[in-house]
């Protein structure tokens, strides 16, 4: 198997490289490559996974590049999860936002349309070389917002692209965790949208163990739960995604952040500056030890604005080397990678898997429609990838599916058209935004920020 990561230069290659160390000979992996059109990052990049690769006795070939043609040619797999604008760009989604009091945050509401604006054109072109070059590849999105870019990607008629996010798998790995099981043995059930889901049961051996456990205040305590309090994840009788916070507690969650010194863009981009930096000064002897601090100091400031508890917010936010990861479990399986690899798996060895992705809805949720993107969980095997009936869902999760996937339908039309009066539409009708002075003002902002990565956008449309 080849299998190109688009977007290697990235300061998480190394992790996914371990991740594909795991997965190596199980999937039969021959060639990794890592592509990206930043050749200073994969200069920085390269010799680090060159590294994690040699010290598992080289199990497989990595190989880099910048150009996108190579990379793509005759691969088997194809991981995307790339950057366009940078750091710099994710800072600027923020600081707009938050300058108009409405949340930035890269994925969800204003900050997430801004950086698909920037992400879709990108993808879109991965996606037509990937038909030209290796038509039965399969391509796994990571690139957020993950949910939108697939949905985009499959409306202009790409089918093998699956959107992937281990938030969308987060109940499984915590509940695994907790209980001392396999991650497989916990089958749960997902429904709702990337960054927007809900875990309702969580089965082993048949019994849905979820009820007990959201009884429990040490297993609330120990998970992203705690963000809500346990009544609110009790009341609803479902694991809640993290992501859920900024709209459970949005004005909270708006002023928290305007109070940190640092939006988490900003903080990211300086240690993403002191990594470059510091590994650019270390001998190759060093380059593990510097990389795993950064991912762990990276790691355990992760939401901190989100904790209920004031001392434990504050440790959080300025982290040592003893703060614990918010997400330890999925450290195993290796994050985004491990989705994306637990999946290929499954179709390339016909081994049956249940895992949480987003994939075209096809029925499984009946009030949704079929070709609608959705985040639920799927059965995976040989024959490729098929979501599992939902049926009904709670009326509230229904209605704020539906109003944001309202927003997504918009949000795609509008980038793939470049029609700035319906991505004011767009923005006026996400849930986070509700107002089309505002919308404007946020789509004018972001194009002008962006104009280098977005172009020129007409005024066309109406609905």
């Known amino acids: 198997m080849k299998l190109a990561l688009i977007g290697g230069g990235g300061v998480r290659s190394p992790e996914f490289v371990r991740g594909a160390l795991a997965f190596a000979a199980d999937i039969g992996l021959q060639e990794l490559w890592l592509m990206d059109i930043e050749p200073s990052r994969l200069n920085v990049m390269v010799p680090l996974c060159q590294q994690i690769v040699e010290q598992a006795n080289s199990p497989f070939t990595l190989h880099h590049t910048t150009n996108l043609e190579e990379a793509l040619r005759d691969a088997d797999m194809i991981v995307t999860t790339i950057r366009v604008g940078a750091e710099r760009g994710r800072v600027l989604d ?37 038909e030209r070059l290796t038509p039965r590849a399969w391509t796994f999105n990571f690139t957020n917002p993950a949910g939108l870019v697939s949905q985009a990607l499959h409306d202009a008629g790409f089918q093998r692209i699956v959107g992937i996010c281990d938030s969308a798998n987060t109940a499984q790995y915590e509940i695994a965790h907790w209980l001392d099981v396999p991650t497989d043995m916990v089958k749960t059930e997902v429904f709702g949208l ?3 889901s809900w875990t309702r049961s969580a089965r082993i051996k048949g019994k849905n163990v979820l009820p007990a456990l959201l009884q429990d205040d040490d297993f609330v305590q120990a998970t992203h739960l705690r963000f809500f309090g346990p009544q609110l994840a009790r009341n609803m009788g479902m694991f809640l995604n993290e992501y859920l916070y ?11 952040i305007k109070e940190e010194e640092l939006t988490r863009g900003e903080e990211v981009e300086v240690l993403n500056n002191q990594l470059f930096e510091t590994l650019h000064q270390s001998s190759p002897d060093d380059y593990l030890r510097v990389y795993d601090a950064y991912n762990k100091r990276r790691s355990a400031s992760y939401m901190a604005y989100a904790e209920t508890d004031e001392t434990l917010r504050r440790e959080r936010a300025n982290p040592t080397e003893t703060t614990a990861l918010l997400h330890q479990s ?25 895992i949480g ?17 959705v985040e639920v969980t799927c059965e995976v095997d040989g024959n490729g990838i098929k979501p599992v009936k939902i049926g009904d869902i709670p009326e509230h999760a229904d209605l704020l599916m539906h109003s944001v996937k309202y927003y997504e339908r918009l949000a795609v039309r509008a980038i793939l058209d470049r029609d700035r009066e319906l991505a004011v539409e767009a923005m006026a009708s996400h849930p986070l935004v509700g107002s089309y002075a505002l919308g404007r003002t946020l789509v004018n902002e972001y194009l002008d920020a962006h104009q280098e990565y977005t172009g020129e956008w007409h005024h066309a449309t109406s609905l």
């Not at 399986?333 to 989705?339: D, I």
């Open 246 to 256: 900024y709209y459970y507690f949005r004005d909270v969650a708006v002023q928290r």
């Open 357 to 373: 992705l987003n994939v075209p809805n096809e029925g499984a949720i009946p009030t949704m429609r079929d070709d609608d993107v």
């Open 194 to 196: 990337n960054h927007l």
């Open 94 to 130: 923020e600081r707009i936002a938050l300058k108009h009091n409405v949340l930035g945050q890269e994925t969800t509401g204003p900050g997430g349309f801004s950086m698909a604006m920037r992400s879709i054109p990108a993808l879109l072109d991965v996606a037509e070389q990937t």
């Open 330 to 354: 999925q450290d195993d399986v290796g994050g985004y990678a491990g989705v994306a690899l637990r999946t290929a798996l499954a179709i390339s060895q016909d081994l049956p898997l249940r």
